[in-house]
């Protein structure tokens, strides 16, 4: 098993040229499932380990999220981002402390939102996400072991701002220390290939799911990182749920059979 500063060099690499997909496990089981598939890199996503612990979206503590990204950065030998959500903080001292925390469950890549999580005032002020961001650069340089910093501007997902506010708060993250930019919600051709060109030489995280585009296109449109959030996850439990409820409300089983076997998920446990 590689270190977490080799798996660090390894993701950083990843990001110098090119376009790869970080798909999102919820688990340790998914995340060596995915890892058999052959992907190079994984990313946690909050929305997935709420699920799994039986929580929803931003209910989960941080000693919680700390404890599963150790267990997700231990299961496979490929690079971890972590969703870090907001941080787990308001203010830049405990965003940097937090993200010191993060990096010692042996993350490769640390994502930090600008969403503050309040129903009244969803976003933090530009400055306060700017000085969030800095401190969040200033805990990894710190760490020297080159680990990468994702800042999100959540606007245009949360529907708070418009696609040009959005990219501009992106502009000022890039600035402020951002190894690599994500903007989710993006949907269409035109607004990724403007928030390529806005931060660059910088790389773009795209969420996929909004805009109906291929791997392909996404490269071809300069897009560096193309994740899937919560999506994978829900396509779980989504077939789960239709196949209990058939149970549940008919009293059948013939929507649990067929797909894979379990011999086939053990051999890509095992790969």
Avoid at 225 to 246: C, D, I, P, T
Wanted: proline fraction near 4%; charge should be negative.
């Amino acid at each position: 098993m590689p270190s977490a500063a080799d798996k660090r060099v390894q993701f950083r690499k990843l990001h110098e040229d090119g376009c790869f997909v970080i798909p999102n496990p919820w688990d340790a089981g998914s995340a060596r499932l995915l890892r058999g598939l052959g992907f190079k890199a994984l990313a946690s996503t909050s929305s997935g380990m709420a699920w799994s612990l039986g929580l929803t979206d931003y209910d989960v503590l941080l000693d919680e999220a700390l404890s599963h990204l150790t267990k997700l950065s231990a299961a496979t030998d490929l690079p971890l981002n972590a969703d870090f959500e907001n941080g787990f903080a308001d203010d830049p001292e405990g965003v940097a402390a937090n993200v010191r925390k993060a990096l010692a469950a042996g993350v490769a890549g640390v994502s930090i939102e600008d969403t503050t999580r309040r129903p009244g005032k969803p976003l933090y002020e530009t400055v306060q996400a700017i000085e969030r961001i800095k401190a969040a650069r200033a805990a990894i340089d710190m760490d020297g072991t080159g680990a990468v910093l994702v800042g999100r501007a959540e606007g245009v997902l949360f529907g708070h701002m418009d696609v040009k506010q959005t990219l501009d708060r992106l502009v000022a993250i890039a600035e402020a220390g951002a190894d690599c930019l994500y903007a989710p919600g993006l949907k269409t051709a035109d607004d990724i290939a403007a928030a390529v060109k806005a931060i660059a030489p910088k790389p773009l995280n795209v969420l996929a799911g909004f805009a109906p585009l291929t791997v392909a296109q996404y490269a071809d449109l300069g897009v560096r990182r193309v994740s899937v959030g919560g999506s994978l996850a829900k396509a779980a439990y989504g077939g789960m749920l239709v196949a209990a409820r058939q149970i549940a409300d008919e009293g059948r089983f013939d929507a649990m059979l067929g797909g894979v076997t379990g011999r086939e998920i053990s051999a890509l446990l095992k790969g």
